[in-house]
């Protein structure tokens, strides 16, 4: 039967809940299908904010619309991966309708789509998230208030304990060196609050015209729990990537050994599919491409060693050699959600060894750049290309590619910038390019 809602046809989803726990009835669909169908090429999209099956569903649909176009004779078949993360419904998706953007209170207050899905996506924390929103709601002057905020902020996204849940957490890792609990669940709400107002402040009126006002530290709470829910979502992105995911592309290549596995990952959902590399069983090499867009994880995730740490290196150091193919990652100097906000939440990690070493004009985007801001950094043999020049030429056949898609990745007003603006037919043209398939 085809889904009115999706744009192609086969289409399957695969869901999962927190722990990587896939939906066995989808799952098996798939598998029992995928032969039948007659499909050879199967990309599989892992969304990254959005907090519910349609949201994703539309984005599937969106981007997939293209492929037939391109690759008509190919026996292309589509998953849309659908995992708990969720999306503050202040920021904009460019092409997306909103019916409810003229109902959106001003920040900070947190509006009924986002406290919905705070209370989806976090169950059992009704009454943290009605405290949250009632100081949001009042913006009480006392620095106590504040700290309560940080508080509660903790208690929602609960600090990562020690053990595997860690390795789901963390983009890099040091020889030696424990994991700290990240500053930004555990510093001076405050100055964390300051920090996050100034920053959004400067994203939303970069050129200074509305005059000297000192930031609303009550904005930087805002931000800081859309910050504390994202690192919670990282470390859940992880988590269903490596358990989830990885261990569906295993039971799919021992069903289905011809069938040609092509990933492609969404802010989130680019470390997601980047950690179903973790989570391939040995053998497994019917993955023939990834494609990454717009990664909000680290640009050293797949690093042997760090620059500035030679004790260190990526969490996911070496996968891109699971991938029978390239791995392209697409970034754009246009996302400010990726290129500011990321950083400046990534710099608050609680290690400070090195901080002075570097000047303020690099520290932030070379320590804790993202990926989807400038590519994959400190892997060598890294290949870079405009977007133009790879749809052109081709791609290498092997190895990480750095594709600067900033000429399309261009749209959408702050936070986010054009983290979101991702639904384009040269991003299509390139997944199929990354896979070779026509």
């Not at 986010?416 to 997944?431: F, T």
Request: proline share 8%; glycine share 10%; aromatic share 6%.
């Amino acid at each position: 039967m085809v889904d009115p809602a999706m744009s192609v046809t086969p289409y399957w989803e695969l869901t999962f809940d927190a722990d990587g726990d896939p939906d066995s009835g989808r799952r098996d669909r798939l598998l029992a299908e995928v032969v039948d169908r007659g499909v050879r090429d199967l990309v599989v999209f892992a969304h990254g904010w959005n907090s519910d099956r349609s949201g994703a569903t539309r984005l599937y649909s969106h981007f997939f619309a293209p492929f037939p176009e391109f690759a008509p004779a190919a026996g292309l078949g589509y998953v849309g991966v659908v995992w708990p993360s969720m999306r503050f419904s202040d920021e904009p998706i460019p092409d997306f309708p909103r019916a409810v953007a003229a109902e959106l209170p001003p920040r900070p207050v947190l509006d009924k789509d986002t406290r919905h899905a705070l209370l989806e996506t976090f169950p059992g924390r009704a009454t943290v998230i009605d405290r949250l929103a009632q100081l949001l709601d009042q913006q009480p002057r006392e620095e106590a208030e504040l700290a309560e905020f940080g508080r509660l902020v903790r208690l929602l996204v609960e600090v990562v304990p020690p053990g595997p849940q860690a390795l789901f957490a963390a983009d890099t890792l040091a020889e030696g060196v424990p994991q700290d609990e990240p500053e930004i669940l555990a510093g001076d709400t405050a100055t964390l609050c300051e920090e996050f107002a100034q920053a959004v402040a400067q994203l939303e009126d970069p050129d200074g015209v509305r005059g000297f006002a000192l930031p609303n530290p009550w904005d930087g709470a805002h931000e800081l729990l859309r910050q504390g829910t994202y690192y919670a979502m990282k470390r859940r992105a992880g988590t269903v990537g490596e358990r989830g995911l990885g261990r569906a592309i295993g039971q799919l290549a021992e069903r289905a050994p011809g069938v040609r596995v092509h990933l492609v990952g969404h802010s989130f959902g680019a470390r997601l599919v980047s950690f179903a590399l973790r989570g391939l069983p040995e053998g497994v090499h019917t993955v023939k491409s990834v494609t990454l867009l717009q990664g909000a994880f680290s640009h050293y995730a797949f690093a042997t060693r760090l620059p500035h740490d030679p004790r260190a290196g990526g969490v996911l150091q070496g996968q891109q050699n699971r991938v029978d193919g390239p791995l392209v990652c697409c970034y754009s100097s246009h996302d400010s959600a990726l290129g500011t906000l990321y950083p400046l939440a990534s710099r608050m990690a609680g290690d400070a060894l090195g901080v002075a070493d570097l000047g303020i004009g690099r520290m932030l985007g070379d320590r804790w750049g993202a990926m989807g801001h400038d590519g994959v950094q400190a892997v060598p043999g890294t290949k870079a290309l405009k977007l133009a020049d790879a749809l052109a030429t081709g791609l290498p056949a092997k190895g990480c590619v750095n594709v600067d898609a900033a000429a399309v990745v261009r749209r959408g007003g702050p936070p986010s910038g054009a983290h979101n603006d991702i639904c384009h037919r040269e991003l299509a043209r390139l997944v199929l390019a990354a896979g070779r398939v026509r």
